[in-house]
């Protein structure tokens, strides 16, 4: 069984540019959910994608946004990028048969310049 | 909406000690999780807590969940160095969706 597989693994950008991120969930699992961590914060929920429709928003502005793919492999784009945008990018994938739980992938730390 | 709160936010303790991590959550939710975090890694699922009274034990670490006072608890017995980490409490958020809302995080020195 594989588990949750992300990509890539640093990324530098500066203000300004676009990015995205990837996530590939664990075997059997058809949702994704993304989350951003900051330094010494506990991760942020961005949203939840299942079944390729997203499923759930947090707090972040529209320049977030996702896909998921019909293998449930998921996509985060964060367009207009400000240097609070670096971070640790987390996504988990979870299922029903999984009773939800969330299986983290290793992250993306993203940093703004 | 709800809100999640850990503390202490910063514990440095003795190898061999006994400790409790506390965490609060402000309105009901069926689940909570506690997770594990190093340096510049990802998250390591430690407990799944899904009714009243649960309790789960792993080695040094306990976990127990109070859905009625709406409270956690990490118990840590006999620390060791290893056990130096960061450690997070998620509670499923009352949507739809599944979404978890962490604390802040207890962030665990255990010093020889």
């Known amino acids: 069984?594989?588990?949750?597989?992300?990509?890539?693994?640093?990324?530098?950008?500066?203000?300004?540019?676009?990015?995205?991120?990837?996530?590939?969930?664990?075997?059997?699992?058809?949702?994704?959910?993304?989350?951003?961590?900051?330094?010494?914060?506990?991760?942020?929920?961005?949203?939840?994608?299942?079944?390729?429709?997203?499923?759930?928003?947090?707090?972040?502005?529209?320049?977030?946004?996702?896909?998921?793919?019909?293998?449930?492999?998921?996509?985060?784009?964060?367009?207009?990028?400000?240097?609070?945008?670096?971070?640790?990018?987390?996504?988990?994938?979870?299922?029903?048969?999984?009773?939800?739980?969330?299986?983290?992938?290793?992250?993306?730390?993203?940093?703004?310049l | 909406e709800l809100k999640v709160e850990q503390n202490p936010l910063f514990l440095s303790m003795q190898e061999g000690k006994n400790y409790t991590i506390y965490c609060n959550y402000s309105t009901t939710s069926d689940r909570l999780y506690w997770y594990r975090q190093d340096p510049g890694k990802s998250l390591e699922s430690l407990f799944v807590l899904l009714s009243n009274g649960a309790v789960k034990q792993e080695g040094r670490l306990m976990a127990s969940l109070d859905t009625k006072a709406r409270l956690s608890t990490l118990h840590i017995t006999a620390a060791v160095h290893d056990l130096s980490a960061t450690y997070f409490c998620a509670v499923k958020g009352d949507q739809g969706a599944q979404k978890l809302v962490f604390g802040q995080g207890t962030r665990l020195t255990i010093n020889p």
């Open chain 1, 1 to 112: 069984e594989t588990g949750v597989t992300q990509s890539p693994t640093h990324l530098i950008k500066t203000r300004g540019q676009q990015v995205t991120l990837r996530c590939s969930s664990q075997s059997g699992h058809n949702t994704v959910s993304w989350y951003q961590q900051a330094l010494g914060q506990g991760p942020q929920f961005i949203f939840q994608y299942y079944r390729e429709e997203e499923n759930g928003r947090g707090n972040f502005p529209p320049r977030f946004s996702g896909l998921q793919f019909p293998n449930y492999s998921s996509e985060l784009n964060v367009n207009a990028l400000e240097l609070d945008d670096s971070a640790l990018y987390l996504c988990a994938s979870s299922s029903f048969s999984a009773r939800w739980e969330q299986f983290f992938g290793p992250g993306t730390r993203l940093t703004v």
